[in-house]
T-cell receptor, first 114, second 109 residues
Framework: EPEVTQTPSHQVTQMGQEVILRCVPI?????FYWYRQILGQKVEFLVS????????KSEIFDDQFSVERPDGSNFTLKIRSTKLEDSAMYFC????????????FGPGTRLTVL | GENVEQHPSTLSVQEGDSAVIKCTYS??????FPWYKQELGKGPQLIID?????GEKKDQRIAVTLNKTAKHFSLHITETQPEDSAVYFC????????FGAGTTVTVRA
């Protein structure tokens, strides 16, 4: 059964460093999402992406964040200058339809900022 | 924006008993309510969803109910089994997926 995959599973970085979190969505999906979950808190929407552009973003998704689909298979989240409060689990999701259709989640990348 | 509240935060049930998780939402414009199950080391997985034009939906041992007037929706799991042990999230959609805080369900054998 096709799955969303994410790499790495755990990323440790120093404050101020750039990180890139990688996702491979399910191959025929057209809609892509990033979420994050700070330990002990809710899963929060960051951004949605369709047709090679951002369709929605939350207030969390500020200028430090960017997303890219550099080729036909990868979907990346870049954090330019990490802060301590960026430490969280980051989930990628993809869907064949839009918002009112199932989103398939990857296993997540745990980001630790020291 | 949408605010989803979920209760209880933890739930322990005897195998074979029922489990009920309740959620409320704030935005009356929300019209799609999925439920996700998250097992250890995995991402959330959709288990059932309900749209605002329906009051109840059932899929084998899982059922969801929706009261749009009261802005309540609930997940019911009957005849619980050990493999039902997981974290369950409710969610609501306005322009984005807004999650509840999650309920950790433990099914005791």
């Amino acid at each position: 059964e096709p799955e969303v995959t994410q790499t790495p599973s755990h990323q440790v970085t120093q404050m101020g460093q750039e990180v890139i979190l990688r996702c491979v969505p399910i191959s025929n999906h057209l809609y892509f999402y990033w979420y994050r979950q700070i330990l002990g808190q809710k899963v929060e929407f960051l951004v949605s992406f369709y047709n090679n552009e951002i369709s929605e973003k939350s207030e969390i998704f500020d200028d430090q964040f960017s997303v890219e689909r550099p080729d036909g298979s990868n979907f990346t989240l870049k954090i330019r200058s990490t802060k301590l409060e960026d430490s969280a689990m980051y989930f990628c999701a993809s869907g064949i339809g839009g918002l009112y259709n199932e989103q398939f989640f990857g296993p997540g990348t745990r980001l630790t900022v020291l | 924006g949408e605010n989803v509240e979920q209760h209880p935060s933890t739930l322990s049930v005897q195998e074979g008993d029922s489990a009920v998780i309740k959620c409320t939402y704030s935005d009356s414009a929300s019209n799609y309510f999925p439920w996700y199950k998250q097992e250890l080391g995995k991402g959330p997985q959709l288990i059932i969803d309900i749209r605002s034009n329906v009051g109840e939906k059932k899929d084998q041992r899982i059922a969801v109910t929706l009261n749009k007037t009261a802005k309540h929706f609930s997940l019911h799991i009957t005849e619980t089994q050990p493999e039902d042990s997981a974290v369950y999230f409710c969610a609501a959609i306005d322009y984005k997926l807004s999650f509840g805080a999650g309920t950790t369900v433990t099914v005791r054998a």
